[in-house]
């Protein structure tokens, strides 16, 4: 469980840090490579690093600068964690001490951001970053909890299928979108009118319900959070997400 | 759409209370009344008064009524002979260190009303009676699991709620769900506890939110009934919705059965506080040894109201009544939209009815429907069924149908 969300869905959020975070950028730099990640006996990724952007694929990607191994989800866990004994194993590439250090910096600014450390939530750029990143997490981590999480299972089998959009407004390229049924995720428009469309008036709005900051309840009353069609869908949906918490603790 | 066509011109006051009320009331209309529950800026959130079959927001926008207070109003907003009985009891007693006389009245009305049935208690809301009933089921049979449909609603306790923070696993350790209409899934569970189900909790018809209404199939309710009597299972009737709209012995006479316990509540007393849970003869003793209670329950103006409301039903035969007006709404409805090229579903019995779209898998016509109706002045809410109440009168239902008319012309030109 742990394997796929981190590299379904903690992994991916790298693309978007890079788009939208300035830091994350600079420790980018101009690199040009791919790391592939493989939990053994597990799911794999592969993290393309280019022009200052990251693009993120599932499996195996060819000719790869540098292979990672994880022996398992509690390593896993660990490295995410920052223990320093838990460094992923490079079975190919390690004599890339460059580029494992700075994706090393990238690993730790991503957990920085999605954690809310007292550092990233001082500001309003800050806070804008990890509510989205925060959300595009949730939503991509609906796949994994789809797959492997039991009481995530037990509520998306009583929801009806559909595609549900999750959009902060104002926020470019903040759109994410799962589909109930086909346990398809992704960042950017729907493939389709989804069933149910979830926007968030505002940038404040989504940080305090990604938080779980705000009365939700009052936010969707007032209109600052607008749910418009099948809303089982996205309340069951919610249900899921929060079940996250069980897993990725910051 | 703009804030004209959501009507949020119309609901400037419910918006200015509801902002006030998100200051000091979490969520601002908490549970089913939630704004987020139907269609939030599109309909009122306050009402200010009531009378018969139409009730008024704070806005001053009339509305003919089809939710009737979600259930409890079965014959109109303020019934005058309801109110003048609860009234002269409120004079008399409110309330006191001891139930009324008024108690063991309606208990007796109860009770000869509702054939299998030997004794009554009450409380205030449905859910008082639900979860009271499973104790006294596994009191009586002194098992664990109780069964009941998968998505059917039965109350607010951790054991049914409908909602999801606040609850451990343990809370639903010895519930589970069968699907409905289907004998099979409910086998299932017989087969997997044997000799450890207590109960079997049951709405009559099967009414989940956001899907249409599902009658019984033929033969379902003689198997759960028949399966219940062979395993010694305590066979509860959650009839808080139904009750009494259907018919004045209980639901059940509608759909061929007995239950052992039965759940009432909404239709009780025409809006005022009350809820009563009706059992065999042989549960006695089980229910005298369930604990129950409330600061409220034995409070005798809900009981009088109950008194003259159950005697208007009888006399008036208004479950006939809201049968008639039911039909004529839905077969309205249908017809309505057939006119400008939509397929609309009725379903749940007449009397307490749900049309719906028939192509509409993000219910956004249904919702739309619904806001623009509620713009012509009719209340239906989009996602829960709806209730007749013996205030409607034929001319209410016309002019719905008007409304809804328009409604659907108006969907129709914007390619809806």
New interface residues.
Partial sequence: MLSRLYLGAVLPCLADLTEQDGAAREILGHLHASIVFLVLKGPSCTLRLQDGRIAWQPGCGRAPAVILAILGARHLNAFFSGRRWAVPLPIWGGWRVGLLSRFSQLAQRLEEVLDGTPSVLASAEGRRLHARLSLILAVLALRALAQGDA?SRE?LA?L?P?LASFTIRGELSATMWFEHGSNRAGRGEPPR????RIVFDDVATAYGAMREEI?T??A????KI???????LADGLN?VM?RLRVYLKP | MSAAQTGRDRYRRS?EL??RA?EVI?????GHA????AL??ALP?YAERAAGSRYWDVDGNEFIDYLCGYGPVVLGHQEPRVEAAALEQQRAALCVNHPARVMVELAERLVSLVKFSSWAVFGKNGSDMTTWALQVAREHTRRRKILKV??AYHGIDPWCTPG?AGLL?EDRAHIHDFTWNDPESFDRLLARYPGDVAGVIMTPFHHP??KPSEMPARGFWAHIESACRRDGIVLILDDIRAGFRLDLRGSHACFGFEPDLICLCKALANGHALSAALGRKELHVAASRVFLTGSYWNSPPAMAAALACLEILEQENVPATLRRLGEMLTSGLIEAGARHGYAMLASGPPAVPFVSFVED????RQ?RFCAEVARGGAFLHP?HNWFLCAAHTPDDIAATLRMADQAFALMRSEGL
């Fill in positions: 009481p509520i009583a009806p559909g009118c989804p069933e149910v009365d309840m009052a969707l009353g007032s209109g607008q749910v418009d069609g099948l809303v089982p249900a929060e | 918006r509801f902002a998100v979490p969520c601002g209309i908490y939630s704004p987020a529950a939030p800026g959130y998968a998505g999801h696993a939110s956001f898998p993000s219910w956004r919702q996602h």
